[in-house]
């Protein structure tokens, strides 16, 4: 059973090396990944999360659907980006017990292969695409607290001392 990899694990700050798709393990990863992404109330999650480094991403921002619909994504390359930038607030599943603001472009663009190995293309904006970027980084070995501003970052780090101690768990926010 896959369980998530909380900061300042070693492993969130690697690059992630390219998978094989169709491999019936990644399929079996994929699904792992999905399941704990849904039980910890998240909108995606990247293998690193749960100690794996391969590049693989589920996503599923549809918060409001009555079914699950979980995109995995394999090999992710963020194409583009566009707009003005915006910044919002972010929680991860690796930093429990936090939220950052984190200024990202509106609208990206992702080529990705599925799990049989077929090219695919998704491109949005809103919640769907900074998650998209979010997750990408994450196989980047970028996290949250990489992401965010110097002064943001040093609140961010700050925090999430406390929520450690506090024994914060993956899926809470502040």
């Known amino acids: 059973m896959l369980s998530i990899v909380?900061?300042?694990?070693?492993?969130?700050?690697?690059?992630?090396?390219?998978?094989?798709p169709g491999d019936e393990s990644l399929r079996e990863l994929a699904a792992q990944m999905a399941e704990l992404m849904y039980r910890t109330d998240g909108v995606g999650i990247a293998a690193p999360q749960?100690?794996?480094?391969?590049r693989v991403i589920v996503v599923d921002c549809d918060v409001e659907a009555e079914e699950l619909n979980?995109?995995?994504?394999?090999?992710?390359?963020l194409v583009q980006t566009k707009g003005d930038p915006v910044t919002d607030e972010e929680g991860c599943l690796s930093c429990p017990g936090i939220s950052v603001p984190i200024t990202r472009a509106p609208w990206a663009s992702v080529d990705y292969l599925d799990l049989d190995?077929?090219?695919q293309h998704i491109e949005s904006d809103?919640?769907?695409?900074?998650?998209?970027q979010h997750e990408i980084d994450h196989l980047d070995g970028k996290t949250l607290f990489e992401s965010a501003a110097p002064m943001d970052r040093l609140r961010?780090?700050?925090?999430?001392?406390?929520?450690?101690?506090?024994g914060a768990k993956p899926g809470e926010v502040q």
């Open 6 to 20: 909380t900061a300042p694990d070693d492993r969130l700050r690697q690059m992630c090396a390219p998978c094989e």
């Open 156 to 166: 961010a780090l700050s925090e999430y001392q406390l929520a450690k101690a506090r």
């Open 117 to 119: 190995g077929n090219p």
């Open 70 to 77: 979980p995109i995995v994504l394999v090999n992710p390359v």
């Open 50 to 54: 749960v100690g794996v480094l391969k």
């Open 126 to 132: 809103g919640l769907l695409g900074r998650c998209l």
